[in-house]
Nanobody, 122 residues
Framework: VQLQASGGGLVQDGGSLRLSCAAS????????MGWFRQAPGKEREFVAA????????NYADSMKGRFTISKDNRRNTVYLQMNSMKPEDTAVYYC????????????????WGQGTEVTVSS
């Protein structure tokens, strides 16, 4: 699976942004998808995940209620809707695919996109 993230940009404090991750290959529906982010000088961290069918989701505590992950298997695309954004959300956001549900460790994800940069100005 090849992943291509897009939708990053500059947004003001309190604003919204939607990221997309397009996947190539016929097996997209077989994978659980996740979003991660890496802020300058920090380690990459888990943001959200969605199961193969899209029926289950999981969020990092700091994103609950503000971010929404969704998956469209017909379009081979996973989305991350980010609302009420804060300057601390500034990071490069990565999408990733895993054959295992419910994991947050980077090592459990098999495929990674190239990242899209998000900047939240105060």
């Amino acid at each position: 699976v090849q992943l291509q993230a897009s939708g990053g940009g500059l947004v003001q404090d309190g604003g919204s942004l939607r990221l997309s991750c397009a996947a190539s290959g016929r097996t997209f529906s077989s994978y659980n998808m996740g979003w991660f982010r890496q802020a300058p000088g920090k380690e990459r961290e888990f943001v959200a995940a969605i199961s193969r069918s899209g029926g289950l989701t999981n969020y990092a505590d700091s994103m609950k209620g503000r971010f929404t992950i969704s998956k469209d298997n017909r379009r081979n695309t996973v989305y991350l809707q980010m609302n009420s954004m804060k300057p601390e959300d500034t990071a490069v956001y990565y999408c990733a695919a895993s054959s295992v549900w419910g994991v947050v460790a980077l090592s459990r994800y098999d495929y990674w996109g190239q990242g899209t940069e998000v900047t939240v100005s105060s």
